[in-house]
């Protein structure tokens, strides 16, 4: 099989990737304004309005449709052309949701004024339809034998995925490890086909699900993005209704708003670069941006001017680089053959955090009267999500001890 990454057409699908984030998550970053809007048009409580912004972006990462399956597949074409330099493309192709929410923050405001929320909202869903046209750019036309779209199609690699790990051989050197950054040689010609059995039933969706399910790794992931998508959301929503209540007029709260999203475009191109060129482990990466982004928004309550706000906005989004960085510690750690799998999983239970997270912060508002118990709240779970990644390597050895044994077993059984 010829290397991926040596295919030109590679820089075309990050192009595309960025673009489709642009328009996917991009005009997700504009809720806050919107929800301003709604609290007005509506007279309603904030957590009852916050539940909005959930259902948002929760039901893309839950059911995989709309806009939830057009990054979903933009990640899955980085993740196939791009290995070595895996997190740095994460991050450039993570690059358009920032920019995406930036220019869309700004414009938001002027189509609000201009045509209400509701002329706002059906304009941004002409825009959104371009990513149909986008989608003909990530697939290169001669690539896809290679690309298989047939998720049915069997290969070498099905079995040891239900276990939780990979085995290679000699004529198989470009599969990655699974919940090992070690590969496991096994010269018995019996254990090899034991592991490439065509059999149906080993192939099944639930038991690649199981597999994965008793990779420690894994768990791992989806508790610290359970936490990550509880509290990391927030800000994005109630950060431009926060500013307002303090006084700040219109104009000031667009270009808050926005200011997360442009620093996040320089973030995620800094700290991924700075990650791949210095080769530090991507999870670990995500723990540190996850704790600092926590610590600045323990402290955002005692910011209280336009200054300081603003100053908030631009760190937070400057730290915000969790997404580029949970997807290549996924490919990484669990292995490529299993990402879509793994991560497919990891998007839905940032669905649930998202679903519950902006609610509980304005029921948090509703029942304080203040936003401080909210950013209290949400800097503390990411403070939390942050520190777990802490038990990586416990996590790895259990796993490198449950592969040991998995192996002697199949051993001996066959």
Known sequence: MKNPESYKYKWVVLLSASL?????????YTIGLFYISWVDEFDAGNGEVAVIG???????????????????????????????????????ATFGSGAGGFGFTILSQYLIVTY???????????????????????????QLDYLKLNWKTPNATDKSSELGYEVSNKDDSDLASVGSDDKIEI???????????????????????????????????????????????????HLPER????GIDATTVTWIASSISLSMCFGRIAITGICSALKIDPFYAYGFVNVVSGLLTVFSPFLTTKDGLLCYAIFYGLFYVSVPLIRASAASLLGADVFSMAYGWIVAISGVGLFIGPALAGLLYDITGSYDATFYASGACLIACGTMVAFRNKAKRIQDAKMTADVIYKRYEL
């Not at 894994?218 to 993005?225: A, P, V």
């Open 116 to 142: 209400g929320w509701r002329g706002a909202m059906l304009i941004f869903s002409g825009t959104a339809l371009h990513i149909v046209v986008l989608f003909q750019l990530t697939f290169s036309p001669d």
């Open 187 to 237: 010269d018995d010609e019996r254990e090899v086909q034991f592991f490439r059995s065509n059999d149906p039933e080993n192939r099944t969706w639930l038991r690649r699900c199981t597999g994965m399910f008793r990779n420690p790794l894994f768990l791992l992931m989806l508790f610290t993005e359970f936490l990550c998508w509880i509290a990391v959301y927030v800000p994005f929503v």
């Open 243 to 246: 500013a307002r209540l303090l």
């Open 54 to 92: 959930g259902i948002n972006t929760g039901v893309s990462c839950l059911l995989g449709f709309g806009f939830g399956l057009a990054y979903f597949g933009a990640s899955l074409a980085v993740n196939k052309y791009f290995i070595q330099q895996r997190t740095f493309a994460e991050g450039m």
């Open 20 to 28: 489709t984030c642009s328009l996917t998550w991009g005009l997700a």
